[in-house]
């Protein structure tokens, strides 16, 4: 039966992304669709380097990344690297 399979799936994906919704077996699979692959993440939350394009949770952590890596660009020079 289709039905039975698909609730024995949902049962095993017991770590649920909370912005979409998408089931995984292993928190650390969650977590690296959380982090990196979660489209809705990234409507709602996540903090993206103007930079050089890298994805960040937290405002305070983005600051720290371009301060860190992009303090050329700070500065108004031309070259920006991480
Ligand atoms: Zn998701
Ligand atoms: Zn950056």
Not at 17 to 22: A, I
Not at 28 to 31: C, E, H, I, R
């Given at each position: 039966m289709v039905f039975a399979?698909?609730?024995m799936q949902a049962?095993?994906?017991k770590y649920a992304?909370?912005?979409?919704?998408?089931r995984y077996k292993q928190a650390?699979?969650?977590?690296r669709h959380m982090r990196y692959e979660c489209e809705n993440a990234g409507k709602k939350k996540e903090q993206v380097?103007?930079?050089c394009g890298k994805r960040y949770?937290?405002?305070d952590t983005l600051t720290e990344h371009i301060q860190a890596c992009h303090f050329q660009f700070l500065y108004n020079?031309?070259?920006a690297s991480c």
């Open positions: 399979g698909a609730a049962q095993l994906r992304c909370s912005w979409c919704m998408r650390s699979s969650l977590g380097c103007h930079v949770f937290r405002p020079t031309t070259q």
